[in-house]
């Protein structure tokens, strides 16, 4: 076993990674920008080190400066986490070549899956099902007119290098083809340096599931089910659950052994997810496999009572899995919302400053991944995400509840955060009734209104309320009990009345 590990990110996760190290023994040592001198996962590990800047160029994508660290101070192994260095492949070789484990999988791998024209061939080659679409041959897309024609439009124009949404244009019909071609290019070109495109059927209203899997050094791979991720905005994700409400036993198998028969093929190992579209008829097509923890791993946790981290770390050690296909459940029902310091009626728009208050909920069957507190400054040179909120519930409607009834309980003031849009949008009757597509938000404009104005002593009187209550009491209790003493929330409801749901 490793006895410490880097952390190569900031953030929730290098919070969330840091306690899995520290219940399996591994001393946790991080990385730190200025920016983050005082940040909330640098408290979090036993040893932190400083890279000199703020953007994410100059620190937490500086893998030279990175692996340099993990030797002088003897770690074993460095976690990316998700972002940031976690799909490059010539930091994964670099770590191989220094004799320091990548905690992922291997950098022949990442390659492989991080063009997305190669990995729809591989996955075609693995007998599964891929987005109609054409790529051309490497840089002539003279045919591409005819293609996008056979294909019938809408088209989606796709960067083959492609990430969080980017490089990623929809076409409704052929005069506006040749000019999206080449902004579509222009912009993958400076976000990727790789500037190939490729075109893809534009499949109408899909849901987004995805499929979590895990691979050992052993030929060992399992799928541990599904996630839905359809509720984006601009192709980001900001709701997930599992299971989805709209995959049956039989989707699931099929699908699951889909996921897993494209990374047998492939020898992949550690974690990693295969994306798909679902279609209206329910047909399901790859999109892509990220070659990583993804940020919404944790509804699989819940629901599979599993510690994808620890899974992670015992792979990179070349144990075998500690379970096979048919020892995994998916017990009861996870959701999970994205906690952003942006503002939902201002078209998403970051947040930055210093939060003053922050106050999340607590209780049985609420985890929060969170990277911030009280006095922490979001700033401009990182993503906005402060937290996750993930709860879990026996049934979808029981997590549903659990989730407003969590997010009406937590305070954030300072920074504009999305907290009352996604009460919002859980409440939705359309959500609720598990009837979810990837443009949900966009057709649902109302939801990012402008938001009831609690006013600030409302909620720190609440906050401070739950503060004395959580304060003299050991352990959480079920929110259905909490309701025995006053609710100090009864004093912000009123004003979340008038929210308009
Ligand atoms: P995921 O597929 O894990 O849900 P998204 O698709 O929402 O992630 O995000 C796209 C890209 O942006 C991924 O490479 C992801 O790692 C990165 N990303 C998303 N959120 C954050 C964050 N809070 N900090 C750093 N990187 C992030
Ligand atoms: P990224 O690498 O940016 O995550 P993906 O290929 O995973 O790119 O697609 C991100 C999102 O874009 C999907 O979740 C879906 O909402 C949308 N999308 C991608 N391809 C298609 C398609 N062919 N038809 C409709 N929507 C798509
Ligand atoms: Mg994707």
């Avoid at 640098?42 to 937490?60: F, I, K, M, P, S």
């Avoid at 050094?217 to 409400?245: A, D, M, T, W, Y």
């Avoid at 709209?246 to 020898?267: F, H, P, Q, Y």
Wanted: hydrophobic share 40%.
């Amino acid at each position: 076993m490793f006895n410490k590990i880097l952390i190569a990110n900031r953030g929730e996760i290098a919070v969330r990674i840091a306690q899995t190290l520290q219940e399996m023994g591994i001393a946790a040592a991080v990385v730190y920008s200025d920016a983050d001198r005082d940040a909330v996962h640098v408290g979090a590990a036993d040893e932190a080190y400083r890279l000199e800047g703020n953007t994410a160029a100059e620190t937490y994508l500086r893998g030279d400066r990175i692996i340099e660290i993990a030797k002088q101070y003897s770690a074993d192994a460095i976690h990316p986490g998700y972002g940031f260095l976690s799909e490059n492949a010539a930091f994964a070789a670099n770590c191989r070549d220094t004799g320091i484990v990548f905690i992922g999988p291997s950098p022949e791998a990442i390659r492989a899956m991080g063009d997305k024209i190669l990995a729809k061939q591989t996955a075609m080659g693995a007998g599964v099902p891929v987005v109609p679409g054409w790529a051309g041959t490497s840089n002539d897309l003279r045919d591409a007119p005819r293609e996008a024609n056979r294909m019938g439009y809408p088209v989606l124009i796709k960067a083959a290098a492609g990430g969080g949404g980017k490089g990623m244009r929809l076409v409704r019909q052929d005069g506006e083809l040749e000019a999206a071609i080449e902004s579509a290019r222009r912009e993958a070109g400076s976000a990727f340096g790789d500037s190939r495109v490729f075109i893809e059927k534009y499949i109408d209203r899909p849901r987004h599931i995805e499929i979590q899997i895990l691979g050992d050094r052993h030929g060992n791979v399992v799928h541990l089910f599904e996630r839905e991720c359809s509720i984006q905005r601009r192709h980001q994700k900001i709701v997930e659950e599992s299971p989805s409400p709209a995959v049956s036993d039989s989707l699931r198998a099929t699908m699951g052994s889909a996921a897993a028969r494209l990374a047998k093929t492939m020898g992949y190992t550690n974690a990693g997810t295969v994306e798909f579209i679902l279609d209206q008829m329910g047909q399901f097509y790859f999109l892509e496999v990220n070659t990583r923890l993804q940020v919404e791993h944790p509804v699989t946790e819940l629901v599979t009572r599993q510690d994808l981290v620890a899974i992670q770390i015992r792979i990179a050690t070349g144990e075998a899995l500690p379970f096979s296909q048919n020892d995994l459940r998916q017990t009861g029902h996870a959701l999970e919302c994205r906690i952003c310091a942006e503002d939902a009626a201002r078209g998403f728009v970051p947040s930055i400053g210093e939060i003053q208050v922050y106050s999340p909920p607590v209780g049985r069957d609420i985890r929060l991944d969170s990277g911030v507190t009280t006095g922490s400054r979001v700033s401009v040179y990182y993503d906005p995400m402060l937290a996750k909120l993930i709860v879990w519930g026996a049934t979808r409607d029981e997590s549903i509840r659990r989730m407003v009834w969590a997010l009406e309980r937590f305070a954030v003031l300072g920074v504009t955060t999305n907290i009352d849009y996604l009460r919002r949008v859980v409440l939705h009757p359309e959500f609720r009734a598990g009837r979810l597509h990837t443009h949900f938000l966009d057709e649902h404009p109302n939801l990012s209104d402008e938001p009831a104005d609690v006013p600030s002593d409302a909620w720190i009187a609440a906050a401070v309320a739950e503060t004395m209550k959580n304060n003299g009491r050991a352990t959480a209790t079920e929110p259905a009990d909490r309701h025995a003493a006053p609710d100090p929330w009864q004093t912000v409801g009123p004003w979340r009345q008038g929210a308009g749901v």
